[in-house]
């Protein structure tokens, strides 16, 4: 049974950064797109990253872009989400998960070999 986890999350100040990772095991990763989503409480879901197993193309949302990078280690079968100049707005759930990147946006997958993790918690707080 296939799993992506994610870690790295945490309490950082404005202006600080952090970089999520999403590991995979029982998943070859490197023959999936992925990306990555966050939730605050009370909005609704945003895809805010994505990186083709295809190209290597990346999306980002307007809201990340510039600060935020997406990066594969496919060897590792993981992918990274370096989050800097992190604002109080950043501050959600974060997870990453099997995905359709497209040029202006990214949907998680929904198939029976699709995966998405458990989500951690990245807090932006002074």
């Known amino acids: 049974q296939g799993q992506l986890v994610e870690s790295g999350g945490g309490l950082v100040q404005p202006g600080g950064s952090l970089r999520l990772s999403c590991v995979a095991s029982g998943v070859f990763l490197a023959h999936y797109t992925v990306g990555w989503f966050r939730q605050a409480p009370g909005k609704e879901r945003e895809g805010i990253a994505c990186i083709r197993s295809t190209d290597g193309f990346r999306y980002y949302a307007d809201s990340v872009k510039g600060r935020f990078g997406i990066s594969r280690d496919n060897a590792k079968d993981t992918v990274y989400l370096q989050m800097n100049d992190l604002k109080e707005e950043d501050t959600a759930t974060y997870y990453c998960?099997?995905?359709?990147?497209?040029?202006?946006?990214?949907?998680?997958?929904?198939?029976?070999?699709?995966?998405r993790g458990q989500g951690t918690q990245v807090t932006v707080a002074s």
């Open positions: 998960a099997t995905s359709f990147c497209n040029p202006d946006s990214v949907e998680p997958g929904t198939g029976p070999y699709d995966y």
